[in-house]
């Protein structure tokens, strides 16, 4: 396994404009998750994707929040209009059942940090 | 929402000791995972958990599902500088498809 891979590392924006995040998941693994973590906080849940069927959402995941998996591949993340309260790691995970390993057997990526100055 | 507690929250250890950690729910989870997290880095998989009264061990690390499925705890022998971090647990709810991570137990080993 290469492992999960996020890009940028690093994204620091203004109030107000737009950005977008990219992960690629373990090769072959079927689900991808968002996830947003705050300083001292345990990551949280945003959306999952099963291929490229976006199945859950949080309630965390306002309006200004889409993300999108078009080949159930790759996927992105977008939040428009960010605010300071966006500021946070986001963290992507992958995972595939097999053979004595569940879905619940995620593996994350490094994150992306986004300052919202 | 379902929420995992986690304790300590921190420890400060001299290097070779053993540590012992633990994570309780109000409500009953099916599976356990544990998880540590360097700073600026996403959290890596230690041990996966399935079964009420499940002891699995990776390396230095031994992990237990609490008999009553509300609490899982997590053990490290011989503690080493390297294992300087943050470890969660999570798991994922009501048979959800995410997970619930605990507020995580930092871990400092002084050498």
């Known amino acids: 396994d290469t492992g999960v891979s996020q890009d940028p590392r690093h994204k620091i924006t203004k109030r107000g404009q737009n950005v977008t995040f990219r992960c690629d998941p373990i090769s072959e693994h079927n689900r991808l998750y968002w996830y947003r973590q705050t300083l001292g906080q345990g990551p949280e849940f945003l959306t999952y994707f099963q291929n490229e069927a976006q199945l859950e959402k949080s309630r965390l995941l306002s309006d200004r929040f889409s993300a999108e998996r078009p080949k159930g591949s790759f996927s992105t993340l977008e939040i428009q209009r960010t605010e300071q309260g966006d500021s946070a790691m986001y963290l992507c995970a992958s995972s595939l059942a097999s053979r004595g390993r569940s879905y619940n057997e995620q593996f994350f990526g490094p994150g992306t940090r986004l300052t919202v100055l | 929402g379902q929420q995992l507690n986690q304790s300590p929250q921190s420890m400060f250890i001299q290097e070779g000791e053993d540590v012992s950690m633990n994570c309780t729910s109000s409500s009953i989870f099916n599976t356990w995972l544990w998880y540590k997290q360097d700073p600026g880095e996403g959290p890596v998989l230690l041990i996966a958990?399935?079964?009420?009264?499940e002891l699995t061990s990776n390396g230095r690390l031994t992990a237990q599902f609490g008999i009553t499925r509300k609490d899982s705890f997590l053990n490290i022998s011989a503690s080493i500088p390297s294992d300087v971090g943050i470890y969660f647990c999570a798991g994922p709810p009501d048979q959800g498809n995410m997970l619930t991570f605990g507020g995580g137990t930092r871990l400092m080993v002084k050498p």
């Open positions: 958990l399935y079964k009420a009264g």
